[in-house]
């Protein structure tokens, strides 16, 4: 199962006229960091973080990368950062789709195919699915068609009471975990696209069979001891736990390699384990 889903390029923008200053304190407020702080890691005087931050000092290229840099800025918003004080961004925003990114492709695709029979995908900054691999088609099975047009959604497909969430024996629980997990990302990314798509999916319904369920229920075989929060889905009567692994590029140089993430689920019990040997041999 293969999905290139590219999207359309943002373009980072800044508030006219106000500079990086106003950017930089607000990354640096966020990060909980004093000016003092900040000025020890960059090697730089609180006086002059103080003075970038007022805009009384145009702080050079080489200082606002800095800056971001121990301010843990996400690739896309240190573009806006450079923007802002007056430099050209220094990171591209490549297509998926072009040439240039095709060993990245390749590779992305080999790695969640040879982690079958176990479920893997990639998906980009607003969990638009990129690739995927056949354990996910397989739990995707007799989901609704028109949850089914590229680009495919994770976030929807999980928590649309049409597609998964209906199977989600801990339904409560791995929507909380899911949401909780985009409201970390949007406080980091100030993406406006993630806001809307955190919207939707919260303000899904319940599914009745949802309501009432026990979390972490035995199904007759006893508590399994799980070391991580599972994601526990039926697959024609057949309970499957799993516990999800979510890996990013270290050290990115392109925004929209920055933004992907392979996320792989682990079989959290034997069970599972002999289940989908058994299905994909």
Known sequence: MTILATGDVRVPTAPAGRGAGPLLRAWRERRRISQLELALRADSSARHISFIETGRSRPSEEMVLRLAEHLEVPVRERNALLLAAGYAPRYPETPLDDPALGALREGLERLIRGYEPYPALVVDAVYDVVTANRGVAMLLEGVPEELLVPPLNAMRLTLHPEGLAPRIRNLREWRGHLLAQMERQIALHRSP?????????????????????????????????????????????????FVS??????????????????????????????YLHSMMP
């Open 193 to 241: 696209a993630l806001r809307e798509l955190y919207e939707e999916v919260a303000g899904y319904p319940l599914p009745e069979a949802a309501a009432g369920a026990v979390p972490q229920e035995a199904d007759g075989e006893g508590e399994v001891p799980y070391f991580a929060l599972p994601m526990r889905i039926e697959h024609e009567g057949q309970v499957l736990s």
């Open 245 to 274: 692994s979510i890996s990013t590029f270290n050290t990115p140089m392109d925004v929209t390699v920055a933004e992907l993430a392979i996320e792989t689920f682990l079989p959290a019990d034997p069970a599972t384990v002999k």
